[in-house]
Each structure stands twice: as C-alpha cells, then as structure tokens.
C-alpha cells in the first residue's frame, strides 16, 4: 500500500519560516506529479504548489514568491519551503502525488495532513 507521510507542522510567528516535507513509500512505479494542498475550517481544501518530475512547478498566486517547492526523485520526496508565513496561511497541509503502482495508470494518493499555525 502506497503511503504518504508529511513531517515539519507547527506553530510560528508571523514572517516566521518552515520546511514541510513529505516521503512517499510503497510499490511505487513512477511518481509524476507531487505537491501540497491546505485546507482551513473556513475555506476548501485548495492547492498551494505542485511539481512534475521535470521539475516544473505551479504555485498559487497567495504563495508565489513566499513558498517553493522542491523534490527529490531517488527519494520520492517533496518539500515546501514556507517563508515570510501570515496568519491567512494557517491550515492543515496536506501532500498529494500522482502514483503509478502498475507502470500503467495513474492514482491519487493522500497524506494524513500536518497543522501549521501562524499567529500575530
């Protein structure tokens, strides 16, 4: 079974920085696209950055310039460098990657999501 473990949530001030981080193991094939989406108590789930295995990202327009995204394909690993963080961007991050388990299909996996909480 394929399993995606986030680490590094927390509480920071604001403008305060942290590094999530998130290993994908199991029978994996090929990973194609990994990222992280966040989800608060007042908003839906939404996407905060995404990278493919060329290395091409997407971010959204909240975070660019203040967040980046990095992955480590030997180790199917994918960071989120959190910087200059506000209160509007507490919520629970979660990692998401598209797998292929059979070299065929591609499937959506989940991460059980980490808190990270900015206060003023």
């Known amino acids: 079974q394929v399993q995606l473990v986030e680490t590094g949530g927390g509480l920071v001030q604001s403008g305060g920085s942290l590094k999530l981080s998130c290993v994908a193991s199991?029978?994996?094939?090929?990973?194609?696209?990994m990222g992280w989406y966040r989800q608060s108590p007042e908003s839906a789930r939404e996407l905060v950055a995404t990278i493919s295995s060329d290395g091409s990202t997407n971010y959204a327009d909240s975070v660019k310039g203040r967040f980046t995204i990095s992955r480590d394909n030997a180790k199917n690993t994918v960071n989120l460098r959190m910087n200059n963080l506000q209160p509007d961007d507490t919520a629970v991050y979660y990692c998401?990657?598209?797998?292929?388990?059979?070299?065929?299909?591609?499937?959506?996996?989940w991460g059980q999501g980490t808190q990270v909480t900015v206060s003023s």
């Open positions: 998401a990657a598209k797998i292929k388990t059979d070299g065929v299909t591609d499937y959506n996996f």
């Open positions: 199991g029978p994996i094939f090929e990973i194609s696209r």
